[in-house]
């Protein structure tokens, strides 16, 4: 039952890009070819894509830093305590 709604939410999502799409080859016309124009956008939806990743993932060492999961994070905290005299 909870996928309907975000099945529902993505159609809305791919309707609205498709119309965007429509928006922009009427307002470019013949400056730009169409297959032109969906490289474009396909290479933005894998910079976006690979965004998020790199994101992801350093949300995620953050939280391993942070609760000391990391190899040899003892030896840093341990480190990071003394003070030099």
Same mark, same amino acid.
């Given at each position: 039952?909870?996928?309907?709604?975000?099945?529902?939410? =993505?159609?809305?999502?791919?309707?609205?890009?498709?119309?965007? +799409?429509?928006?922009?080859?009427?307002?470019?016309?013949?400056?730009?070819?169409?297959?032109?124009?969906?490289?474009?956008?396909? =290479?933005?939806?894998? =910079?976006?894509?690979?965004?998020?990743? +790199?994101?992801?993932?350093?949300?995620?060492?953050?939280?391993?830093?942070?609760?000391?999961?990391?190899?040899?994070?003892?030896?840093?905290?341990?480190?990071?305590?003394?003070?030099?005299?």
């Amino acid at each position: 039952m909870e996928g309907a709604p975000d099945q529902a939410g =993505l159609k809305v999502e791919a309707d609205a890009k498709a119309e965007e +799409a429509e928006i922009h080859f009427a307002i470019l016309g013949d400056l730009i070819s169409p297959e032109c124009y969906l490289q474009e956008l396909e =290479l933005i939806e894998r =910079l976006d894509a690979g965004i998020e990743r +790199a994101f992801d993932r350093l949300a995620k060492y953050q939280a391993r830093r942070k609760s000391g999961s990391l190899p040899g994070s003892d030896r840093r905290n341990q480190r990071w305590g003394r003070v030099r005299q």
